[in-house]
């Protein structure tokens, strides 16, 4: 009998045509994953495949990438406690959903197969998880993680994660990764109640210092209440840009490290509580062109938050703002606008912020737009217009009346410089996630 398996095993692994190969099950990818090359595609069968665990180490290039894709854009579904993993270099997957499943630990799709085999410029894409979630919600694990070099992960749609641990998670390891995530639908995630429920995170608290370059751009966020963090950036020189944020309460939270860029997002509250905008900790970040509007929260989850460090901090505490940009940004009927010197009460020992410079920043009703908790060490403010709300008692402040005229325009010129595409205004999604997802 075991015979008969092992030969029908064999029959199965024989490719459909040159370079192409069909698989109906993990232990048929197994198999066939030893035999890929350059170029080739492996599909997968329509239907449901419970429990699978998939892992495939392969070498494409860039030239010729190897592919492995659902039959049908959708119908591969994965169920039960069924993961997917790649290594190796130029792989693409394609199409796969996930959904309605548990696993106990680690993630359910992994860009790397074991602690020394890892993924460099592979892909997943057209893919979806929801609601991948086990019964107890304390129980941590992701549902992407990204390793190696040079993965993207782009045009996915991921909804429902109700448990701990963050959504996707990039592990930088020394070295900058280069990953890409782009395009990605990430639908509602409910209030948790713990540290750890984050949507993405770029690094650790415990290699925060060291660089990542990673690029997280032209994703929609709804929804996404998990915790105060909806981003979590934890390592330098990351850039986060033209990002629409749908009532997420929550902020993009430069948390750790240095030298990011945050610019030509869309924080659109719909005045739901706790919608926020950037919170800034670190040193030479810089927070341009990116517009605030209807957000609702206050203190830490205010649209713009410069946060006071802890003096002698540990890695996971808060390092002193240094050399912080904020230009450019506009805010549209916000409860605040920036605050300076917000502080998280755990700790003690506070310093300030030293240099910031808050220029042609635009405020049109907007309640309060500057908020100064903290004064800061050194400070430089100009060219920030009001328009039907408070002027701040600072030079570099003044009132005007045609605010809307200049929100306007930096829009269009977003526009003209290519920076923002026409269709992704007004947000919705038909431009982001799984194609065969939308609705």
């Not at 492995?68 to 069924?82: H, K, L, W, Y």
């Not at 106990?104 to 860009?111: L, R, T």
């Not at 929609?220 to 850039?239: A, D, L, P, R």
Request: glycine fraction near 8%; proline fraction near 4%; charged fraction near 20%.
């Amino acid at each position: 009998m075991r015979l008969c398996s092992a030969i029908l095993l064999l029959l199965a692994a024989v490719p459909v045509s040159a370079g192409l190969w069909k698989a109906d099950n993990a232990d048929q990818i197994k198999t066939i994953a030893k035999e890929l090359q350059p170029g080739d595609t492996l599909v997968l069968a329509d239907g449901e495949w419970n429990d699978a665990v998939v892992a495939i180490h392969a070498e494409g290039t860039e030239t010729q990438p190897i592919l492995v894709s659902a039959q049908t854009p959708g119908n591969v579904i994965f169920t039960g406690s069924s993961t997917f993993s790649i290594s190796g270099s130029w792989i693409t997957v394609r199409g796969m959903q996930f959904t309605g499943g548990a696993i106990k630990e680690g993630s359910v799709v992994a860009f790397r197969t074991s602690s020394s085999r890892f993924a460099s410029h592979c892909r997943l894409t057209e893919c979806s998880i929801i609601d991948y979630n086990p019964a107890d919600k304390y129980l941590d694990y992701k549902w992407v993680c990204l390793y190696g070099r040079n993965n993207r992960v782009d045009h996915c749609t991921f909804i429902g994660k109700r448990h701990q641990g963050t959504l996707l998670v990039i592990w930088p390891d020394g070295e900058p990764n280069y990953h890409r995530i782009d395009h990605n639908y990430f639908g509602p995630r409910p209030e948790h109640g713990r540290n750890g429920a984050e949507i993405i995170r770029v690094g650790t608290s415990d290699v925060s210092m060291s660089t990542s370059r990673s690029l997280v751009e032209y994703n929609v966020f709804e929804k996404c209440n998990g915790e105060m963090e909806i981003i979590s950036n934890k390592s330098c020189e990351n850039v986060y840009r033209y990002n629409t944020f749908l009532a997420s309460a929550g902020t993009l939270t430069l948390r750790h490290g240095n030298r990011c860029d945050v610019y030509g997002n869309w924080f659109f509250g719909n005045r739901a509580k706790n919608t926020g905008g950037v919170r800034i900790i670190g040193e030479d970040h810089k927070v341009y062109d990116n517009w605030f509007q209807d957000l609702n929260g206050g203190d830490r989850f205010a649209p713009l938050v410069v946060m006071d460090g802890v003096k002698d901090t540990p890695l996971n505490g808060y390092y002193q703002v240094k050399n912080a940009l904020v230009r450019c940004n506009i805010f549209v009927d916000c409860s605040w606008g920036i605050i300076i010197g917000a502080r998280n009460t755990d700790y003690s020992g506070f310093v300030p912020a030293d240099t910031i410079r808050i220029t042609e920043n635009s405020f049109f009703r907007t309640r309060s737009p500057l908020t100064i908790i903290t004064k800061p060490l050194a400070a430089f403010y100009a060219a920030n217009t009001v328009s039907e709300g408070t002027v701040p008692d600072v030079p570099g402040f003044a009132s005007v009346s045609d605010e809307v005229p200049q929100a306007t325009l930096l829009l269009q010129r977003l526009r003209d410089d290519g920076k923002i595409p026409t269709e992704i205004l007004p947000v919705d999604r038909s431009t982001v996630g799984a194609s065969w997802s939308r609705k």
